[in-house]
């Protein structure tokens, strides 16, 4: 059973990146590290109590379709129910509309909790909260005086909805049509893999639609954004009659099948209502709005999900016996010996003992070194991942509240740098730990009983909605490398750089953390330069290793926030002595050395596929595939 991970979380939020990174920030009067620790440990209560029990179950059962609507599975309403009386879609949204005003990198804490503990039911609150901010930020004022109070409540969900059959992630093909009628438009079209598009929490659903009105330019210049309402909305805020919008189907899905993805059918009658947001012919760029707050989301999920793996992975290492290893680890008895004490720092679970032995000359398989090995990649990958991913956070926190103008727009650069490192990186990783996960379970892993391969089936989509990983890869390498010629990549290099340069612990895993993290450095650095070059004079060489090239800055980014890890967990490890922060601190010691010896070296062969790689798909023939 999945126990939310708050130490290490907290390690992150309060000692990695810290309160002292939004100084200068207004708009958090009230956050401090107590808070946050308050607000983190009820939702660890929350999650584990009510979202982790239901996670197989709905897993099982699916969400059920019909022309009446669609059924979440059994207790999700009711856990729906739970979430909104505990005012948990009310974190991080605006005070103005009933909003409960904490920084981002909190926020989105809690949000891996929740998809650790139960992804398909994270998924509704998450994109009601990214349409809600969307609509604060471009809705007129009557707008979001009639929507946002209840969608920050939650009384209200909403939806993104962008996606048609023929078009696919080519947003400049949509066909959905907006007709001009009087104050409000008709909408026609079909959309699908609309997720949560129609269910049975809430009496209204508001979809933030993409369409093309009448006569508009084609192509993405074409494209308006549009409310539609599952029940039209009077202007006292009561719901009249439903509007001309409907679920067809759900898609059958390898995995987070209790969150159905819907099919949804615009205008069948006499066309559906639609509000416009904004001006016309902006849709795509405030749609990007919602976008780049899913896609932070998502590239979460790939750590919550690893999260969940790695768990139940080192549990079943601790218990399963098979086998004889070739040597005891060091300070644990040989097998077939008694032993005491708490699991090895650093590999997460209940706290179980590490029991050895339960034959002669067999042990439990945690004793193994292959599988110790698995275990530390899952380990030490995850830790990096929510590192960087709530470091983005703390970006878009500073990005939109500190009070100097020229330190916002520097924010804002930084975390659109790192969104589609955070989104791709970490759920292609993700995907991996899962996979790893099913390997320590060996052939108990491939049987659906263990739980084991739901968080691989579960971890696939992440790499592929949002927009994939090749999407993500391009969007980095146009619009964040090439727009700015490598300006914002070089600042951030630069700062890494200097940061790990100031870094003087004597500890050796700590050391170790820190030359390999140096070393990675420079590499990104000389790939960076590769990649311009190639922009500038073939963008279809770019583009071939744009992949590898994204996946270079996760594991160099990972190894900056490892070795500073390992620098204040070396800091801080005497003073903590035997305690549990004592086993807290040894754990980052020893996942930061492991990254540094066996993840980081990933760097190199990114690199020389970067700088040397991209002829081999540049000059591929596809007749001959």
């Not at 909260?129 to 909403?158: D, F, I």
């Not at 707050?293 to 690893?306: D, E, F, I, K, N």
């Amino acid at each position: 059973m999945y126990r939310a991970p708050l130490e290490d979380i907290g390690f992150v939020l309060h000692e990695l990146i810290g309160a002292e990174a939004l100084a200068g920030c207004e708009g958090f009067p009230d956050y401090s590290p107590d808070l946050a620790s308050t607000v983190l440990s009820e939702a660890a209560r929350f999650a584990e109590s009510v979202l982790a029990p239901l996670n197989k179950s709905g897993d099982r059962e699916g969400a059920h379709w019909s022309e009446a609507g669609v059924t979440a599975p059994k207790g999700f309403k009711e856990a729906y129910r739970q979430f909104v009386e505990g005012g948990w879609p009310q974190l991080g949204a605006s005070p103005e509309y009933g909003g409960e005003a904490v920084p981002q990198m909190l926020a989105t804490a809690v949000q891996e909790i929740w998809a650790s503990a139960n992804l398909s039911f994270e998924l509704c609150p998450m994109l009601t909260h990214g349409a809600a901010h969307a609509l604060a930020l471009t809705g007129s004022p009557a707008q979001r005086e009639l929507y946002l109070p209840k969608m920050v409540s939650g009384e209200w969900t909403g939806t993104m909805v962008l996606t048609e059959p023929q078009a696919g992630s080519d947003l400049g093909l949509i066909r959905t049509r907006a007709v001009p009628e009087g104050d409000h438009y008709r909408i026609f079209g079909q959309k699908i893999f609309i997720t949560w598009g129609e269910h049975d929490y809430t009496d209204n659903i508001i979809h933030m639609v993409l369409a093309r009105i009448d006569g508009a330019p084609p192509g993405t210049r074409g494209i308006s954004l549009f409310i539609v309402p599952k029940a039209l909305v009077k202007p006292d805020g009561s719901l009249g009659e439903r509007n001309d919008v409907r679920c067809v189907s759900i898609e059958h899905k390898l995995g987070i099948h209790a969150s159905p993805t819907c099919v949804m059918a615009f205008g069948e009658q006499q066309g559906a209502v639609g509000y416009l947001v904004g001006e016309a012919n902006r849709g795509l760029e405030y749609m990007f709005i919602m976008m780049n707050t899913a896609r932070l989301g998502v590239g979460l999920q790939g750590c919550s999900l690893a999260e969940c793996a790695f768990q139940q992975a080192a549990e079943w290492a601790r218990s399963r016996v098979q086998g004889k290893p070739p040597a005891a680890q060091p300070g644990e008895a040989q097998p077939g010996e008694a032993q005491l004490g708490a699991a090895s720092p650093g590999l997460g679970g209940s706290g179980a003992a590490a029991s050895g032995a339960a034959g002669s000359g067999t042990a439990t398989i945690i004793h193994h070194p292959d599988v110790m090995r698995m275990l530390l990649s899952m380990k030490s990958s995850l830790e990096a991942m929510r590192a960087i991913t709530l470091y983005a956070a703390s970006r878009l926190d500073i990005a939109g509240h500190h009070r100097d103008e020229a330190v916002r727009t520097a924010a804002q650069a930084r975390a659109d740098l790192l969104i589609p490192v955070v989104k791709a990186w970490c759920t292609e990783l993700g995907i991996e730990i899962a996979s790893t996960g099913i390997q320590v379970h060996g052939g108990m892993g491939y049987i659906e009983e263990t739980g084991a391969a739901q968080f691989l089936r579960d971890a696939r989509i992440t790499a592929i909605y949002e927009g994939t990983t090749g999407i993500q890869a391009n969007d980095l390498i146009g619009r964040k490398i090439g727009r700015d010629k490598g300006a914002a990549m070089t600042a951030l290099l630069d700062e890494v750089q200097a940061e790990l340069g100031s870094l003087k612990s004597t500890n050796a895993s700590a050391s170790r953390a820190r030359a390999a993290a140096l070393e990675a450095v420079g590499t990104l650095r000389e790939a960076t330069r590769a990649l311009l070059h190639r922009l500038d004079s073939d963008p279809a060489r770019a583009a071939a290793v744009a992949v590898p090239y994204l996946k270079l800055c996760g594991f160099v980014l990972g190894g900056w926030l490892m070795a500073k890890a390992a620098e204040i967990a070396a800091g801080k490890l005497t003073r903590a002595g035997a305690s549990s922060s004592g086993a807290l601190y040894a754990a980052k010691l020893q996942t930061a050395r492991f990254y540094a010896e066996q993840m980081l070296p990933n760097a190199l062969s990114l690199a020389r596929i970067v700088e040397t790689g991209s002829g081999s798909v540049a000059e591929a023939d596809a007749r001959l595939i």
